[in-house]
């Protein structure tokens, strides 16, 4: 994982943090090279918290309210399905994420 945040450490130099979807899909790009899965998305993954790190610490602010605070009836979220490979399997994941 090294080598990938040694390719993307230029990219983040004097970036600003506080734009973390502006500055995710530069480096997204840039680790088109490591691939959609693995040590690049890992190290992608780990960039993007420490963004909403900063971004938080920056505003005083938790995570939570950043995100629309305790009033927010839905937040967006991600999950990978990536290692199910039949229908039924990923139905059954989903029915699970969503109770």
């Known amino acids: 994982m090294c080598a990938v945040i040694e390719a993307l450490k230029p990219l983040l130099i004097g970036a600003d943090p506080t734009q973390p979807d502006v500055l995710f899909d530069h480096l997204s790009q840039a680790a088109l090279f490591y691939g959609r899965r693995g040590l690049g998305l890992f190290a992608l993954s780990g960039i993007d918290i420490a963004l909403w790190d900063i971004i938080g610490k920056v505003k005083n602010q938790p995570l939570y309210r950043l995100l629309g605070g305790t009033e927010a009836r839905r ?9 199910y490979h039949t229908p039924p399997e990923v139905a059954r994941v989903v029915v699970r994420c969503l109770e």
Request: hydrophobic share 45%; glycine share 0%; charged share 10%.
């Open 75 to 83: 937040l967006p979220t991600y999950v990978s399905l990536l290692r």
